[in-house]
Nanobody, 123 residues
Framework: QVQLVESGGGLVQAGGSLRLSCAAS????????MGWFRQAPGKEREFIAT???????YYADSVKGRFTISRDNAKNTVYLQMNSLKPEDTAVYYC?????????????????WGQGTQVTVSS
């Protein structure tokens, strides 16, 4: 059974940093596209970042230059380093895994999802 478990969320002041982790189990995702999404209250789930073929990365404009996605294949874990956080970054953050190897920015392209971790940025 495939599981994705996020951790690292919490409360941080504006301008601060957090690192989210997503540990996968049940299969290896070293060659697969992985992504991070977020959902704020009353809003739709939003694409944040993806890591894909040969660890190439792609980001939403809203986080480009502030967030960094990476992975450790030996640990079957994906990370999201978030710097210069803003109150508008407040949301539940989800990790997702796809069977594809190319960049994916839509939620329907991802087959597996974590349970989410809350990130709250205070002003």
């Amino acid at each position: 059974q495939v599981q994705l478990v996020e951790s690292g969320g919490g409360l941080v002041q504006a301008g601060g940093s957090l690192r989210l982790s997503c540990a996968a189990s049940g299969r290896t995702f070293s060659g697969s596209t992985m992504g991070w999404f977020r959902q704020a209250p009353g809003k739709e789930r939003e694409f944040i970042a993806t890591i894909y073929f040969r660890d190439r990365t792609y980001y939403a404009d809203s986080v480009k230059g502030r967030f960094t996605i990476s992975r450790d294949n030996a640990k079957n874990t994906v990370y999201l380093q978030m710097n210069s956080l803003k109150p508008e970054d407040t949301a539940v953050y989800y990790c997702a895994a796809s069977d594809a190897i190319v960049a994916q920015t839509t939620s329907t392209a991802y087959r597996y999802w974590g349970q989410g971790t809350q990130v709250t940025v205070s002003s």
